[in-house]
C-alpha cells in the first residue's frame, strides 16, 4: 500500500515556470529511483509507463516551453512515454521545422537520464516544400545551443547513414515529414528495412474522412503498413492532428 500511495501521490519540490526557449532545470522534480518498476519493461505490460509522473513532467515542465501546438497534451504522452518504456539508444526523426519535437525528446531523455541521443533530420532551404522554412534564423530556434545533432537532406539517406554510423541496439523513429500516401509508405517500408528493431512515432494519423482532403496519407500508409507486417498500434483519439505509435523488438 505504501508503495501505491508513493506511486500515485509522487513527492513534489517548488519550482518556477521557465521561459521558451530556454533550457529546463537540472534537478527532477521527483526521484526516479522511487518507481524502479515503473519504468521497467520487463515488469510492466507492453508498452506502459506511468503516466502519473509523466503528465506532471508535462504539464510543470514541458508545456511552459513547447506550448500544446502542433503537440496536444495526449501526443506529448505518448511522446514521453514512448521514450519512458522503450528507452530507444538514438531517436531519429525528419521534420524538425522549428525544433519543438526534438526539444521534446531531448527534454524528456533528460529527465528520464537517459542520454538519449537524437538527431533531427530538415530539407534543405531552398527546397520549396511548404512547411519547409526557409530561413535559416528561425530553423530549430527550440533546440538552439542544445546537444541535438541537425542534418540537412532527404531524411531517408540520412538516418540510412545515421544507423550504419551508429549501429545502435534500438532506435526510435518520428515521422513527421511529406504528408502523402506515397512518402510515409516508402519512409515506413525503408525503417523496416534498415532497422531490425524499431519503436516508430508517426504524426498526423487522424483521419477526418477522405471527403475531408486533409492528411490522410499518414493514416492510410500506417494502417497498409501494420497490416502487410502484422505490427501492433496505439494512437490518440477524437481529433486533429493525431499520433500513432508501432514497433518490432
Known sequence: MNRIRRWMFPKTKESSANSAPQSLPEANKWDLSDYPADFNPATRSLPEANKWILSEFILDKLVPVIGVHPYPLDELLLMCSTVAYFRPDIIVEWGTHLGKSARIFYEVSMYLKLGVIIHSIDLPPDNEHAENIHEASERAIFVRGLPVALHLGDGLSVARNVLAETRPGLPLF????????????????????????????????????????????????????????????????????????????
Open 174 to 249: 518520428f515521422v513527421d515529414g511529406d504528408h502523402t500516401f506515397e512518402s510515409v509508405n516508402n519512409e515506413l517500408n525503408c525503417i523496416k528495412e534498415i532497422a531490425s528493431r524499431a519503436v516508430v512515432l508517426v504524426h498526423d494519423t487522424f483521419l477526418q474522412g477522405s471527403e475531408s482532403g486533409y492528411n490522410c496519407g499518414p493514416y492510410e500508409s500506417l494502417k497498409k503498413f501494420i497490416n502487410e507486417n502484422r505490427l501492433p498500434i496505439q494512437s490518440t483519439i477524437l481529433g486533429l492532428p493525431g499520433m500513432s505509435l508501432t514497433y518490432w523488438l
